[in-house]
């Protein structure tokens, strides 16, 4: 299989943005600038372009639509778009650019969280006939998986307390971030529930953003970028979308991506988890084998910022910036969607090519 | 390096207006079933699985694949969903023949459909988006403009949409999954049925279909195990372009006449309608077959009118333009797209029955979406290239 290696990355900052309509237009456009910037190229250097999003996000159809203005795609431009996160546009671009089609491609993911009330239009995911009708909003559906798992004794509120302490830690020193700062477990622990067993710090907050990853074949890749972070492995996974049959303490489809696309995740330095719930980062860790080793969201992860449909692209670019800057040799980009970690996607990046 | 790819199989529901017999996952599965049999294979030798739909508020629900992978055997597997609008499945196509054609995959699953009975798609298109001119009246309001900006353009006397719908109504009475079937319609009956959008008449306007649509698609080795003939995949493209932007020729779109000259390209055809042995086309509303003929190269602007008027778009024409009776027989909207590329499939595989083009072994499936503006196309043939 022919080298594609991921050269630019940007994403706007993760807020509640009064100023932004659902097209994603206003946040996309400084964003894409920022990505093209770093890598010297233009829309004319772009061979595909593919984006993610959501019209039950943006709350009317064909939201992607006006979109396609924030590229200017006139002269008319290769383009494609997936109804999921941005994460997946970009596996759709690293496909384009393996068939030889495209040497660059530009993948981009954008959501405007805030429109509404997100964990009720998360309900509308769930199977419409004999579940989406009693509204189990998302906040809740996680929560019942928060309290399987401390039922079992796979994690406590401490726990789960201190993955939310780290990221806010770690994610004052992310000028995307929606939420940073110092404060410990003791004190998450002393706040009321949300929907017990979760806390506000458990779950992600709701904010809108965009974000821009460049993708370019190993013919292109060195000049666009003086270490480019190859992709060695990339690979996707669905579980089943009822509740019910599911064992919710296990991610299936998490462990088949990652094994799918290395044999050897627990070795990486930097993993970017795009986990909305603090259990869920746990869960995510066993499911990989990621060993206490491994950095996990050195960003401050989704907890500090999940603008939705960008979020899990903004994890594999954040991965990759690891390794482009150097600070990382093998980083991992996780992204999950569906209630509860229904699907999930593993991309994972080497500065050095195979 | 691109590998070589074919339509191994081929399956679509009986489309009709209310599928109240079926949930959106029975509708989805009878499509896949079906064409996982055609193929020779069953939902486990499926690699990966693509589905393609138009707008979730078509349903009322967010991202229903999510859903749906139990009844597309995707549990454990990559699913993929597209949404480009209308041309999505032409998309779904596209995207699921480039995961073989990328060496990614050996046997995909692509599935497009739509249950517009569960809503109402006229409605959930009459949105009022920012900064965006609002499309009133569903699609219908949007494109009768256009048509009449074609008519006034290239002159095309007025009978040309009432001697499409004819016939590709009549075709629909060949296709037994088409949802109309009007053997017997008539000029005079398309002529005198009511206006809604002018110049489209009711007999002019493709109707509200609940329907889905699947192909398994495989590489060179798969095809070799197949049962039966296969459709190599000789060429796939895709172009967009904005709703509105200044200089934006709405009649004869540039999206569309890139999408082409790349889609001719790559299959190596320079003399399009003597190479093309059929074409299954996207005509939501029957003008847009002499306008889609021009854009594609069929005819010169203006003048794909006269290859509707002569006949030469019925089965034993020059190029007989949807055999099955197209959009205008079944409107299942996310999945027509995928329609026409799985009808242009099983021309060359000649499985088409009673709509079969004769000696068919050269076909272009085409869909367009959005404001005239999202282009998907493939070019199938009875041998790889």
Known sequence: MSEVAVVGFAQSPVAVRDDATTSGVEMLVPTIAEAFGACGITKSDIGFWCSGSSDYLAGRAFSFVSAVDAIGAVPPTMESHVEMDGAWALYEAWVKVLTGDADIALAYGFGKSSGAELRRVLALQLDPYLVAPLWPDSVSVAALQARLGLEAGRWTEKDMAEVAARSRAAAAGNPAAQVSGSVTAAELLDRPYVAEPLRAHDCAPVGDGAAVVIIASAARARELCERPAWITGFAHRIDSGSLGARDLLSVPSAAGASSAASADVGSVDVAELHAPFTHQEILLREAMGLGGDVAISPSGGALCGNPMFAAGLARIGLAARAVMSGRAGRALGHATSGPALQQNLVCVLSGASS | ?385
């Open chain 2, 1 to 385: 390096m691109k590998q070589q790819a074919a339509v191994l199989g081929v399956g679509q529901t009986r489309h009709r207006s209310k599928r109240t017999d079926v949930s959106m996952a029975g509708l989805c599965r009878e499509a896949a079933d079906r064409a996982v049999a055609d193929a020779g294979l069953t939902l486990a030798d499926i690699d990966a699985v693509v589905v393609g739909k138009a707008p979730d508020l078509f349903e009322g629900v967010m991202m229903p694949e999510l859903y749906l992978a139990d009844a597309l055997g995707a549990v454990g597997k990559p699913l993929l969903r597209v949404h480009t609008a209308g041309s999505v499945g032409g998309a779904t196509g596209n995207v699921a023949a480039s995961l073989v054609q990328a060496g990614v995959h050996r046997r995909v699953l692509a599935l497009a459909w739509e249950k517009q009975s569960e809503s109402n798609a006229m409605w959930a298109l009459s949105i009022n988006p920012p900064f965006s001119m609002p499309v009133g009246a569903g699609a219908g309001g949007y494109f009768a403009p256009h048509i009449r900006a074609y008519i006034r353009r290239s002159g095309a006397p007025s009978h040309i949409g009432a001697l499409v719908a004819v016939k590709d109504r009549r075709n629909g009475a060949l296709n037994p999954f088409a949802h109309l079937q009007q053997g017997d319609i008539t000029l005079e009956k398309v002529q005198a049925s009511p206006m809604l959008w002018d110049p489209v008449r009711y007999d002019e306007t493709c109707p509200s279909s609940d329907g889905a649509c699947a192909v398994v698609i495989g590489d060179a080795p798969a095809a070799a195990e197949a049962p039966g003939p296969v459709a190599w995949i000789r060429a796939t493209s895709m172009r967009s372009e904005p709703t509105m932007f200044a200089g934006k020729d709405h009649v004869n779109p540039a999206a569309g006449r890139d999408c082409v000259a790349a889609l001719w390209r790559q299959a190596g055809i320079t003399d399009p309608i003597n190479e093309i042995d059929v074409a299954e086309i996207y005509v939501p509303f029957s003008w847009y077959e002499p306008m889609w003929l021009e854009n594609l190269g069929f005819a010169a602007p203006g003048e794909g009118w006269r290859l509707t008027e002569a006949g030469e778009t019925a089965i034993g024409g020059r190029i007989p333009v949807n055999p099955s009776g197209g959009v205008l027989s079944s409107n299942p909207i996310g999945a027509s797209g995928l329609l026409r590329f799985a009808e242009s499939a099983l021309q060359v595989m000649g499985k088409g029955g009673e709509h079969q083009v004769p000696g068919a072994r050269v076909a272009l499936g085409h869909a367009y979406g959005g404001g005239s503006q999202f282009f998907s196309m493939w070019v199938v043939a009875s041998t790889p290239s």
